[in-house]
């Protein structure tokens, strides 16, 4: 399977929507970049390419931001998650309480 496929695949129903995300993100910054770059030229063709430039770059570094944040917050969750382990294990250990003294006799 080729490379673009498998990264296409794997960003489908069963895994995240970065990918759907990263793609609205994508149109939404080409409309905003183009207005405003139209707006301050006035000229179709100059609003067309700094539209086409800059939020294709600004798209790429989204992605990558996105995942990264995902990243980080599985990890805050799986600590949060050993946190809370280990501090059900602390406080309901069957040793707790107990001594070392047993009665001769």
Known sequence: MSAL???VHKHHKEGDDSLLKTVT???TH?????????LLTGDILIGSLI????PAI???????????????QQRR???AGL???TARQAN???????TSFRPVG
């Open 51 to 54: 539209a086409m430039v800059e």
């Open 25 to 27: 993100f994508a149109i």
């Open 30 to 38: 080409f409309t905003v970049a183009f207005t405003v770059a139209y």
């Open 92 to 98: 309901t250990s069957p040793i707790k309480g107990a």
């Open 77 to 79: 969750q799986a600590t």
């Open 83 to 85: 946190l809370a382990t």
């Open 58 to 72: 600004n798209t790429v570094a989204y992605f990558f931001h996105e995942k990264l944040w995902a990243r980080r």
């Open 5 to 7: 496929k498998l990264f």
